[in-house]
């Protein structure tokens, strides 16, 4: 009797697993490219624009700091000359000595307006483009969530980039399975008309480089002014 029992009771739950197996639905899988999203969605192209004008900007109020200190860092060494000059009498040389103690002073307090400029100007761009990044990928992945359901996916993966192996986050999709150029017409929807051409000359590029290392904003360091 007992066996007959435990018997039943096995059939039993065996059911409800199958049948609770069955009720669950199938998995529906599907692929989208999260970082070309972010790369060619019309806001990051505007955002960029305006970061590397804000950048271009700075190095501009950048080289003309730099500009001056050369101009106090050479009025210095012109003092330190006179002061040895024996042409002069000793009083003479006392005061440009002097002179010279003060020429350094204003050296150094511009040297460290210049570096703190640019550690602001940097942090402010940097903060600027993070914020900008938060804001645009929780609009995309709306949007991806969105277009997920109405394909009645389950599970959406972000192929775009390695995991912490070093290793892609998905191996091999079918292409068929991937939503990446969907979600993309969805999001550039909106893009606003290109402005009409100008035809006035282009302007000319600016020799100096941009110092601000900030994404999409060419980094290249200027020569440093020496220190006297």
Same mark, same amino acid.
């Given at each position: 009797?007992? /066996?007959?029992? =435990? #018997?039943?009771?096995?059939?039993?739950?065996? @059911?409800?697993?199958?049948?609770?197996? *069955?009720?669950?639905?199938?998995?529906?899988?599907? #692929?989208?490219?999260?970082? &070309?999203? +972010?790369?060619?969605?019309?806001?990051?192209?505007?955002?960029?624009?305006? +970061?590397?004008?804000?950048? *271009?900007?700075?190095?501009?109020?950048?080289?003309?700091?730099?500009?001056?200190?050369q101009a106090v860092a050479d009025e210095y060494k012109e003092m330190v000359e006179q002061s040895k000059n024996t042409v002069l009498t000793p009083? %003479? =040389?006392?005061?440009?000595?002097?002179? %010279? *103690?003060? /020429?350094?002073?204003?050296?150094?307090?511009?040297?460290?307006?210049?570096?703190? +400029?640019?550690?602001?100007?940097? $942090? !402010?761009? *940097?903060? $600027?483009?993070?914020?900008? $990044?938060?804001?645009?990928?929780?609009?995309?992945?709306?949007?991806? #969530?969105?277009?997920?359901?109405?394909?009645?996916?389950?599970?959406?993966?972000?192929?775009? @980039?390695?995991?912490?192996?070093?290793?892609?986050?998905?191996?091999? !999709?079918?292409?068929?399975?991937?939503?990446?150029?969907?979600?993309?017409?969805?999001?550039?929807?909106?893009?606003?008309?290109?402005?009409?051409? !100008? &035809?006035?000359?282009?302007?000319?590029?600016?020799?100096? %480089?941009?110092? +601000?290392?900030?994404?999409?904003?060419?980094? /290249?360091? %200027?020569?440093?002014?020496?220190?006297?």
């Amino acid at each position: 009797m007992n /066996k007959i029992i =435990r #018997t039943l009771a096995g059939l039993f739950t065996l @059911g409800v697993v199958t049948t609770t197996l *069955q009720a669950q639905p199938a998995i529906k899988l599907v #692929t989208v490219d999260m970082m &070309s999203l +972010f790369d060619k969605h019309y806001k990051t192209e505007e955002a960029n624009a305006k +970061f590397n004008d804000a950048a *271009q900007k700075a190095q501009e109020q950048l080289d003309a700091l730099n500009k001056n200190i050369q101009a106090v860092a050479d009025e210095y060494k012109e003092m330190v000359e006179q002061s040895k000059n024996t042409v002069l009498t000793p009083d %003479a =040389r006392t005061q440009k000595e002097t002179e %010279a *103690q003060k /020429k350094i002073e204003e050296f150094q307090r511009l040297q460290a307006e210049a570096q703190n +400029f640019r550690a602001n100007t940097q $942090r !402010s761009l *940097q903060q $600027r483009v993070k914020t900008h $990044r938060d804001l645009l990928l929780e609009e995309i992945s709306k949007i991806v #969530t969105d277009t997920a359901k109405r394909k009645s996916a389950t599970l959406v993966l972000d192929r775009s @980039g390695p995991n912490l192996l070093g290793v892609p986050s998905v191996i091999y !999709s079918d292409p068929a399975y991937d939503i990446t150029d969907e979600v993309a017409a969805e999001i550039n929807k909106d893009r606003p008309p290109a402005p009409a051409a !100008s &035809s006035a000359a282009p302007a000319k590029p600016n020799a100096a %480089a941009p110092q +601000f290392t900030v994404p999409n904003v060419t980094a /290249k360091p %200027a020569d440093p002014v020496k220190k006297p």
